[in-house]
């Protein structure tokens, strides 16, 4: 019996109520209407008591909570953000983390913790869980859509809707002046921002990190569609694009203090090369954060619901080790090991369908 357990005396499911709730890595829009959900479906329905927990694990490391009830998360669904903060980092990351996580459980009287995060606190949850025994469960989150054993991620609509609304507008400005526009969004390592909004956009290009992309062959293509008197281009290009080894000086590489390497800018390389190279007048959209702030649109905030209460219900049904996910309409328990060390690549079949429209 692991040590934090052994803590709680015996039998320490016999009453299932205390619950403590933390976001973790990058904020998306949605979290509050999963947290909204996971209290409002607890409290009333099954009678627990849910706290949660400021600044992902550094609250639950240093035993920084609030009181999550109805009332205290009235008014939040359609709010952006997190309502207990977010931070990247993992108990892991210090020799006493581990032991201080199994301290606040065992103090505060935890049943359970639910993790609403991307693919690091899904690790992170996933090796607590595993090699600790922690009565873990997770909720797949972020902008990216990149996790694996989920259909969709919450925040993915939100953002590739951010970046639609975007492209259209740069449609009209990019048609008065005939003009190429490099819009560049977010993604990490996949390319499902950029697909998705480049096909709801009608982009004339999509670059994305799954195929490496030929510059000469981009501006070869954009030169022949200005030969045919269509004028004005959209090249939607992922953070994480990447060209065929060698054919393009890229920038060094910089890294954060988690080894991740740190993205964006590649739009002011390939702007750079295609005015070069073709004599187009080029300018740059980096979206950024836009594509995280602000309301989740509806189909995000039904998803979110849903994965609210399918989560507090699977912490009833004692499913440690899993996370809640969409799978062909339905939402379902899978286990946390599919998150792990992987990222969900753009499907082929989808950028088949946006190359149709490609110059
Ligand atoms: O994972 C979500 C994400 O928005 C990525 O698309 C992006 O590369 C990264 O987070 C940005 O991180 P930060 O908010 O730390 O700059």
């Known amino acids: 019996m692991p040590g934090w357990?052994?803590?709680?005396?015996?039998?320490?499911?016999?009453?299932?109520?205390?619950?403590?709730?933390?976001?973790?890595?990058?904020?998306?829009?949605?979290?509050?209407?999963?947290?909204?959900?996971?209290?409002r479906q607890g409290e009333r329905i099954h009678g627990d008591e849910i706290i949660g927990f400021l600044d992902a694990w550094d609250g639950v490391r240093a035993r920084k909570t609030m009181p999550l009830t109805v009332e205290t998360m009235r008014g939040t669904l359609p709010k952006g953000g997190t309502v207990l903060g977010t931070k990247r980092g993992s108990p892991f990351d210090t020799e006493s983390g581990v032991e201080e996580v199994a301290g606040t459980i065992a103090d505060l009287g935890l049943d359970a913790i639910i993790v609403i995060g991307g693919n690091g606190s899904l690790t992170v949850a996933?090796?607590?869980?595993?090699?600790?025994?922690?009565?873990?469960?997770?909720?797949?989150?972020?902008i990216d859509n990149d996790i694996v054993g989920t259909d969709v991620t919450f925040g993915f609509h939100t953002a590739v809707q951010i970046a639609t609304?975007?492209?259209?507008?740069?449609?009209?400005?990019?048609?008065?002046?005939?003009?190429?526009?490099?819009?560049e969004v977010m993604g990490r390592h996949s390319g499902w921002i950029a697909t998705y909004a480049g096909i709801a956009g009608g982009a004339t290009m999509v670059l994305i990190p799954e195929i490496p992309f030929d510059i000469e062959e981009v501006c070869r293509?954009?030169?022949?569609?200005?030969?045919?008197?269509?004028?004005?281009?959209?090249?939607?290009?992922?953070?994480?694009?990447?060209?065929?080894?060698?054919?393009?000086d890229m920038h060094d590489r910089?890294?954060?203090?988690?080894?991740?390497?740190?993205?964006?800018?590649?739009s002011d390389v390939i702007a750079r090369e295609i005015a070069a190279r073709t004599g187009f007048e080029t300018r740059v959209v980096m979206l950024g954060h836009v594509q995280r702030g602000g309301t989740p649109t509806a189909y995000d905030r039904?998803?979110?619901?849903?994965?609210?209460?399918?989560?507090?219900?699977?912490?009833?049904?004692?499913?440690?080790?899993?996370?809640?996910?969409?799978?062909?309409?339905?939402?379902?328990?899978a286990p946390l090991a599919l998150a792990v060390g992987r990222s969900k690549p753009v499907d082929p079949a989808l950028y088949d369908v946006a190359q149709v429209f490609f110059a």
């Open 5 to 39: 357990l052994a803590r709680r005396g015996a039998d320490p499911y016999a009453h299932l109520v205390r619950v403590g709730v933390l976001t973790g890595g990058g904020d998306c829009p949605g979290l509050n209407a999963v947290i909204r959900a996971i209290v």
């Open 126 to 142: 996933h090796a607590l869980h595993e090699q600790h025994g922690m009565p873990i469960i997770g909720v797949p989150k972020t």
């Open 165 to 183: 609304d975007a492209i259209d507008r740069l449609h009209t400005t990019a048609e008065s002046h005939d003009r190429v526009m490099v819009v």
């Open 221 to 248: 293509r954009l030169s022949r569609r200005h030969e045919r008197n269509r004028f004005a281009s959209i090249v939607v290009v992922a953070e994480g694009a990447e060209p065929v080894p060698g054919s393009l």
């Open 254 to 266: 910089t890294y954060d203090r988690f080894g991740h390497v740190l993205l964006g800018g590649i």
């Open 302 to 333: 039904v998803l979110c619901t849903r994965f609210g209460v399918a989560a507090i219900n699977l912490v009833h049904e004692h499913g440690w080790g899993q996370m809640v996910v969409a799978r062909g309409g339905e939402i379902v328990p």
